[in-house]
């Protein structure tokens, strides 16, 4: 089973076809299909690729659904001074499905095939 390991909104994640994860907001309609390109690492059992091996992969993905993540409170509290303050916010996030993941070219094996070739 292959992997691969992405960064989208500031934080990595490491994801395989047929996850279903939420991430920081993405722009688009639910139904439409996106492509990450920044892959740090792709791997398949003891396999795997970082850097400039990876070539041009890439992760395309779905997305399901635009959502709010949970309430979270911040509550400001000065003891003694009359000061309190509460505030709050929620999370835009978008859920989505990964739908490939593409190793992109295949060109280190390429590689590999002539250096070999030029040494016999």
Do not use: C, P
């Amino acid at each position: 089973m292959s992997y691969a390991v992405i960064k989208t909104g500031g934080k990595q994640y490491k994801v395989a076809k047929g996850d279903v994860l939420e991430v920081e907001k993405i722009d688009g309609d639910a139904g439409a299909e996106i492509t990450f390109s920044e892959v740090l690492l792709t791997g398949s059992g003891a396999g795997v690729k970082t850097g400039s091996t990876l070539g041009s992969a890439t992760v395309t993905a779905e997305i399901v659904e635009q959502t709010k993540g949970e309430k979270l409170i911040a509550f400001k509290y000065r003891r003694r001074k009359g000061y309190h303050r509460t505030v709050g916010h929620r999370r835009k996030l978008t859920r989505i499905k990964i739908t490939g993941i593409s190793l992109g070219g295949k060109t280190s094996k390429a590689k590999k095939s002539e250096a070999s070739e030029k040494s016999e």
